[in-house]
């Protein structure tokens, strides 16, 4: 008889912790698949990211994985949804053995509503520990008599709730997510204000696929040069929030909030970076340290940038919609492999063009001083 496995939850997101139910489920019940059968977020409470996307984020996190198949639809959380999720799992296995994986807390959300024990007599279910749980639930299911194995594997320590509080500090939560999990988070913006939809309000159409293209960069070269993606994230969606502010505008604020920038900036195009750090600070609550230093430096860097802040100045200068320009090629290929020599190139590009224009290039100095010293 076929046996398989059925692994039903919210998946918001999915984690390590995930992976390693289904591997360990696998292995010693010899399945010959596992369903993923994602249910719906409760419809009050805590906001879920869009069913799309965590079906999205369990195809990546389960790729290469064998024998998983992930259904499309939701079902609710319910034992009415329960049902109707095996119900489907059942058509086409009506030959197999069916192994429920939850963890002790599921098992006793289940006993305790009405009518669950003839579905949950229908099947076997797999148990996994969570950290502080207990042997309520197993030893009360064996005492109605459902079919209750443990799966042997270490409690789980992590869960989808450390993974959100992980990605609101701006972390790629490295211990809990798989890193392509991470970067899918990243390039959608889940579990973070929606800045995107922010800034296209506060731009024009052209500016704002500038923005995303940023974004989008900015998020691929961090997992290449082991910046955090988060912040990376934040920082190109932000680097332009002041760009199309009128230059009265930036003037004002600039001397409300740092009048020191007024002394070095003193055009449009200067001036956007510091006073858009300030506004991510004061208007978006921004309070990362490193992403504000990435906003306010992306146009001239600085001595010292952190990792952060070259991807974001590289980004800047190679996202897809950039009209060409004679080097753009080389430090896209560049970005690849030496994010340092990168913003190097990108940096004299831009000295050579703006004195080309006649123009003195006052700006960003001790950036390329630092960065002609460090790559040589």
């Given at each position: ?24 489920a ?5 399945l ?53 999720a ?21 098992l ?24 502080e ?20 594997m ?22 809990v ?72 505008k ?42 504000l ?43 690849q ?26 700006a ?13």
């Amino acid at each position: 008889m076929r046996r398989i496995g059925v692994f039903g939850g919210l998946f918001d997101p999915v984690h390590f912790g995930d992976l390693r139910v289904a591997r360990a489920a696998m292995e010693q019940l010899a399945l010959e698949e596992i369903v993923i059968v994602p249910f719906q977020a409760p419809a009050s409470g805590r906001a879920a990211a869009p069913r799309r996307d965590r079906l999205d984020m369990l195809t990546i996190a389960f790729s290469g994985v064998q024998g998983i198949a992930i259904i499309e639809n939701e079902y609710e959380q319910t034992l009415a949804g329960l049902t109707d999720a095996l119900r489907a799992v059942r058509m086409g296995r009506q030959d197999a053995d069916i192994f429920l994986l939850m963890g002790t807390d599921q098992l006793h959300s289940w006993l305790a509503q009405r009518n669950s024990l003839p579905v949950l007599r229908s099947v076997n279910v797999a148990l996994f520990y969570r950290r502080e749980s207990s042997d309520e639930a197993r030893l009360r299911a064996m005492a109605l008599n459902v079919r209750v194995s443990i799966l042997q594997m270490p409690a789980l320590t992590i869960s989808a709730h450390l993974a959100r509080a992980q990605i609101g500090l701006l972390s790629d939560a490295p211990e809990v997510l798989p890193q392509p999990v991470a970067e899918y988070i990243a390039l959608q913006g889940l579990y973070k204000p929606p800045y995107a939809a922010m800034m296209r309000s506060q731009m024009t159409q052209k500016r704002y696929v500038h923005t995303l293209g940023v974004k989008d960069t900015a998020v691929r070269l961090a997992r290449l040069h082991g910046a955090s993606m988060q912040q990376a994230a934040v920082a190109g969606l932000l680097h332009d929030c002041a760009k199309c502010l009128p230059i009265g505008k930036l003037n004002a604020l600039a001397r409300r909030y740092t009048p020191d920038s007024l002394k070095e900036f003193t055009t449009g195009a200067l001036l956007h970076g510091p006073v858009g750090a300030q506004l991510a600070r004061v208007k978006y609550k921004v309070k990362d340290p490193d992403v504000l230093n990435a906003i306010h430096w992306h146009t001239v860097g600085r001595a010292g940038m952190s990792v952060l802040e070259l991807c974001v100045y590289v980004a800047d200068a190679i996202e897809p919609s950039r009209k060409d320009y004679p080097q753009l090629s080389e430090i896209r290929t560049l970005a690849q492999t030496n994010i340092k020599a990168a913003t190097l190139k990108a940096m004299l590009a831009t000295r050579d063009y703006v004195l080309s224009t006649g123009q003195g290039y006052l700006a960003g100095a001790d950036a390329l001083g630092d960065l002609q010293q460090q790559v040589g």
